[in-house]
C-alpha cells in the first residue's frame, strides 16, 4: 500500500515537472508577436546639392590673334564654372571690334591688341574705365613660308625697306599692321604725314615708300597676314609670335626689334552695355590669375603682363 502510493506521487511529480518545461519552453508566436520592435536606425535625408549659381551666358569680343587660345580659355572655364557659358565669341581686328561696339552690337567683354585701339573704346563709352587691365604682351616678328627658299634667312627692316621681298601686313584697323608700319618708319618704309618715327608713330594716316608700295598687301585681319605667307602669295609678313603657334606652316625669319615700335599689350575691359558686369569681371580675372589658364597663354604663345 504504501509501496502504490511512493509510485503515485513520483508520476504526479513528473507530470507537474512536464508541464513547468512546457510552459517555460521557447516563447510562442503570440509572445514573440506581443515584444516590442526593436528601434530602427533613422533615414537620413540626402544632402542638399549646392546652387552653382545663376545660368550666365558671356559675350566676348576679342582680337583675332585671341581665335584658338581664348576658345580654350572658355572651355576650361566652362568646366570651372558650369552656369557660365560663352556665345559665339567674335574675332576680328581690334578696330573693326570697335566699330561693331559703335554700331550698338552687344558685347560683355572687350579685349583689344593694342593700347591705342582700348583706349579708343574708352574714349568712346563702349568699355568700363575701372575694369580695364593690361593681360597679355606679344612680339613682332617676320615670317615666311614654311619649308620656302626663305625659312631660315634673318631679314631686316631695311632689306623690306629695300624692296627686296613680297611683303604682307594688316591694315589700319589692324594692330599688328599698326606696329609694322611703326617699324617700317624707323627705315623709311612708310612716312607718317608729321614724320614721326618708331613708337612715337600711330601705323596710321601715312603712307609706304614709292620702293615698298608695290610690294605690299593689306589683310584685313592678322589671321589674313599670315595667311598670305603660308600660301607663299607674298615672301614675307609681318605678324605675331602667337601667330606663328594658332595659324601654323610658317616660320619666323627674325623678330623685329621691340624699340621700333610701341608695346604689343593687349587690354581687356567689361563693357559699359554688360548685363553681365559681375560675371563678366570674374572672368577677367581668373585670366589673369588661374594656374591652368596661364598655361594656355604661354602655349599659344602670349606672355602675361604684369600689372
Keep these: ?8 506521487a513520483v508520476s504526479v511529480a513528473l507530470m507537474a515537472a512536464l508541464g513547468l518545461f512546457g510552459c517555460s519552453g521557447g516563447d510562442t508566436t503570440e509572445q514573440k508577436a506581443d515584444k516590442p520592435a526593436a528601434p530602427q536606425a533613422e533615414t537620413q535625408a540626402p544632402e542638399e546639392t549646392k546652387p552653382e549659381g545663376e545660368a550666365v551666358e558671356l559675350q566676348i569680343f576679342a582680337a583675332n590673334s585671341l581665335t584658338k587660345a581664348m576658345a580654350e580659355a572658355e572651355e576650361l572655364y566652362t ?17 573693326t571690334l570697335n566699330e561693331m561696339l559703335g554700331a550698338g552690337q552687344y558685347a560683355d567683354i572687350l579685349i583689344t591688341a593694342s593700347k591705342g585701339t582700348m583706349d579708343d573704346a574708352a574714349e568712346n563709352g563702349y568699355v568700363k574705365e575701372d575694369t580695364r587691365q593690361t593681360m597679355f604682351n606679344n612680339d613682332l616678328v617676320i615670317v615666311t613660308k614654311e619649308g620656302g627658299d626663305l625659312a631660315g ?19 589700319e584697323n589692324v594692330p599688328a599692321g ?11 618704309g ?7 618715327t618708331g613708337a612715337d608713330a600711330t601705323g596710321k594716316g601715312g603712307e609706304f615708300s614709292a620702293t615698298l608700295q608695290p610690294k605690299v598687301t593689306l589683310g584685313g585681319k592678322v589671321g589674313d597676314v599670315c595667311k598670305y605667307a603660308e600660301s607663299g602669295e607674298v615672301d614675307i609678313a609681318m605678324v ?7 595659324m601654323g606652316g610658317v616660320a619666323i625669319c627674325s623678330v623685329v626689334p621691340n624699340d621700333t615700335h610701341k608695346a604689343i599689350t593687349y587690354p581687356g575691359a567689361v563693357c559699359t552695355d554688360s548685363k553681365s558686369a559681375e560675371a563678366a569681371q570674374a572672368f577677367l580675372e581668373w585670366c ?8 594656355i597663354w604661354e602655349k599659344w604663345g602670349f606672355e602675361l603682363a604684369q600689372n
Design 240 to 246: 605675331y609670335t602667337s601667330d606663328v603657334y594658332r
Design 288 to 295: 589673369m590669375t588661374d594656374e591652368d589658364a596661364n598655361q
Design 178 to 188: 599698326n606696329y609694322a608700319c611703326q617699324s617700317l618708319t624707323t627705315v623709311g
Design 79 to 95: 568646366q570651372q564654372n558650369p552656369n557660365v557659358t560663352f556665345a559665339d565669341t567674335q574675332y576680328e581686328a581690334s578696330g
Design 153 to 171: 634667312q634673318d631679314i631686316s627692316l631695311e632689306d623690306i625697306a629695300a624692296g627686296k621681298y613680297t611683303l604682307a601686313v594688316g591694315d
Design 190 to 196: 612708310y612716312i607718317e604725314p608729321d614724320g614721326a
Design 1 to 8: 500500500m504504501r509501496k502504490s502510493w511512493k509510485l503515485g
